[in-house]
């Protein structure tokens, strides 16, 4: 397990913690948990039951948490933190149904960043929310 990865499992568990991986509103002392602008990121393959579930810790100042860091960052900045106006990336995405479910909690420009969208396909994902959700690079 590398330092990174080491860094990202003990920050979902502060995160965990804190509330700000349950259902329940987060409290304003922990969105002073990391300093500057993050995101606790995770994406769900299959339906919301599903157990097959990866996550990570995006930190931009400065960029590190997943292997699109800097790029993930850099578009989110652009778009002021607001997932949902990530450039949509023009492409071909096949219409094979392969549903998966994009989280997002932190704080950005010191404002609460809470998202979440299921998409049709890792491929429709990717077009609409860039390099965000990108953690296997």
Excluded at 2 to 21: D, H, I, V, W
Excluded at 24 to 34: M, Y
Excluded at 80 to 87: E, F, N
Excluded at 101 to 129: D, I, L, N
């Amino acid at each position: 397990m590398t330092l990174l990865t080491r860094a990202a499992a003990a920050a979902g568990a502060l995160l965990a913690a804190a509330g700000l991986l349950t259902a329940s509103p987060a409290h304003a002392a922990s969105r002073d948990a990391f300093p500057g602008n993050w995101l606790y990121l995770t994406v769900t393959k299959g339906d919301a039951r599903s157990s097959d579930t990866r996550g990570t810790l995006l930190l931009c100042d400065p960029p590190q948490g997943h292997a699109r860091a800097a790029e993930a960052c850099a578009e989110l900045g652009a778009a002021h933190g607001d997932i949902g106006r990530v450039p949509v990336r023009s492409g071909f995405c096949t219409m094979i149904w392969a549903p998966v479910t994009v989280r997002a909690r932190g704080q950005w420009e010191g404002r609460p960043v809470k998202f979440q969208e299921t998409y049709s396909s890792h491929c429709v994902m990717r077009a609409r929310t860039g390099s965000v959700f990108a953690l296997d690079g």
